[in-house]
């Protein structure tokens, strides 16, 4: 279980995040909707451990993420930024090897690199194994930084917008494999998403943010509401129901 405490991130007098408590249990996909600006970044920033919040505290399994050590940290929880820039020439290969850092520490075992093989197969990168990064498209270069986060194979998984330069048929697909890691592996997945009806599909959660506040939390249809997104937006959104499920109508 992952709890944030009175967690504030500030710069100068602006506070971009401003969560008093939030409690994310163990299983489920949620996802973080919300404008640009709204701290949704520096939330996951701070969750995963790569800025220490100005105020407050993540606590991980019981325990304050500042006393895990890092080593240990990174077999439990997996972080994809949302500038997932690398300036090395490497292998989609290697990439995915960096994700086996916490377990193998550069030397690469067989179960490693089956790991590794399993990873690339579920974002069906294999063509692309042996090339390097700057060959590939923005789409399968997105493939291979996600690839990474699933061969650290821990029990948390964090994406900041994961579906950044894929196609459709892409994003469906890494929805699709985010979903099994929850439902067949019992992994917990946060994923900030832009598309709300990728996020009312998809999700277990919703957690709407605005200003570095939550303004809305809950399962999709108490979240992918009209009174709640026009105000999530500062727009008229109009959502329809199919199948049972909220949808967002963008050019309502
Ligand atoms: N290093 C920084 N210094 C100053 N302001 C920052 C920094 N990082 C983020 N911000 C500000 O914090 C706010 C939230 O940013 P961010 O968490 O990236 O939002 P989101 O991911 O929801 O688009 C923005 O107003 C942004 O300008
Ligand atoms: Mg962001």
Partial sequence: MIELRTLRQCYGDHT????????LPEGGLTSI???????????????????????????????????????SFARRLAFLRQDN??????????????GRYPYSKGRLTDHDQRHMDHAIA??????????FLDELS???????????VLAQNTGYALFDEPLNSLDIRHAVGVMHLLRRA????????????HDLNFAARHSDRIIAMRDGRIVADGPPEAVIRTEILDDLY???????????????DMFG
């Fill in 182 to 193: 929850v439902e067949e592996h019992d992994k917990t997945v946060v994923v900030v998403l």
């Fill in 16 to 23: 971009v995040v401003d969560v008093d408590a939030l409690t």
């Fill in 33 to 71: 909707i919300g404008p640009n600006g709204a701290g949704k970044s520096s939330l996951l920033g701070m969750i995963a451990g790569l800025q220490s919040p100005t105020q407050g505290q993540v606590v991980l399994d019981g325990q304050d993420i500042v006393r895990v050590k890092r080593d």
């Fill in 122 to 131: 579920l974002v069906g990168l294999e063509p692309q194994q042996h090339s």
């Fill in 138 to 148: 923005g789409g399968q270069r997105q493939r291979a930084f996600i690839a990474m």
């Fill in 85 to 98: 820039t690398i300036n090395a020439r490497l292998t989609v290969r290697d990439l995915v090897g960096f």
């Fill in 234 to 248: 500062d727009m008229k959104l109009q959502v329809v129901q199919q199948c049972g499920r909220p949808m967002v």
